[in-house]
């Protein structure tokens, strides 16, 4: 079955402790992306890949980074999580890479993280 | 830059109603639309798209057209179930838009009762 996935689906941990929220995809696809939801602020673009060690920074990329060593993974860390970190956390693929704009992004399940 | 602005919520229909929920958007060039949905509990399902101007997406009894004299993308569906109670998200994407980024609206909140 072609899907995103992410783990864990559930965090609570506490202010400063090094953090990893893994994606992968089974698709083959070039582009992915990270995505933070919060009420009122909708979705976010964290940072996205156009491919293998291609990444770029979205609208909110403080505080997180990414690395793309592989094709089928995108993993988000945190080096040292805020309370302000605490939120819903989306990956997405899609199938172009440069000039994925117009393209349509398959969403994992989701991460909801909790940082105390 | 692109925006995208969605009729707030939440939404609260009888089964079997008429929904209407209206997007419009701002941007530079030619977007693709979409609608996404999320059920409760879960990730963002693509409802469905729109590549350019004057095309209906359609998919599971909703439908939307995109009207590029108008801007807008709105979300309708003859009849609706309890089934159908999510967050539905309008949003856009361009080649214009640095990083392929999918612009999102606010989310309308749907619940159907019986």
């Known amino acids: 079955e072609a899907q995103v996935t992410q783990n864990p689906r559930y965090l609570i941990t506490v202010t400063g402790k090094k953090l990893t929220v893994t994606c992968s995809q089974n698709?083959?696809?070039?582009?992915m992306s990270w995505y933070r939801q919060d009420p009122g602020l909708g979705l976010r673009q964290i940072y996205y890949s156009m491919n293998v060690e291609v990444t770029d920074k979205g609208d909110v990329p403080e505080g997180y980074k990414v690395s793309r060593k592989e094709k089928r993974n995108f993993p988000l860390i945190l080096e040292s999580p805020s309370p302000n970190q605490t939120s819903l956390y989306f990956c997405?693929?899609?199938?172009?890479?440069?000039?994925?704009?117009?393209?349509?992004?398959?969403f994992g399940p989701g991460t909801r993280l909790t940082v105390l | 830059g692109d925006s995208v602005t969605q009729m707030e919520g939440p939404v609260t229909l009888s089964e079997e109603a008429f929904l209407t929920i209206n997007c419009t958007y701002t941007?530079?060039?030619?977007?693709?639309l979409f609608w996404y949905v999320q059920y409760p509990g879960e990730g963002l399902q693509l409802l469905l798209k729109?590549?350019?101007?004057?095309d209906k997406g359609s998919n599971k009894g909703f439908e939307a057209t995109y009207r590029k004299e108008t801007t807008s993308f709105h979300l309708e569906k003859g009849s609706v179930q309890v089934s159908d109670s999510a967050v539905y998200f309008c949003a856009l994407s361009s080649l214009y838009n640095q990083g392929g980024k999918l612009i999102f609206g606010q989310g309308t909140e749907l619940s159907v009762k019986p």
């Open positions: 729109a590549t350019k101007a004057d």
């Open positions: 698709m083959n696809h070039e582009y």
């Open positions: 997405a693929s899609s199938s172009r890479g440069y000039r994925a704009g117009g393209d349509t992004q398959y």
């Open positions: 941007a530079t060039g030619y977007p693709s």
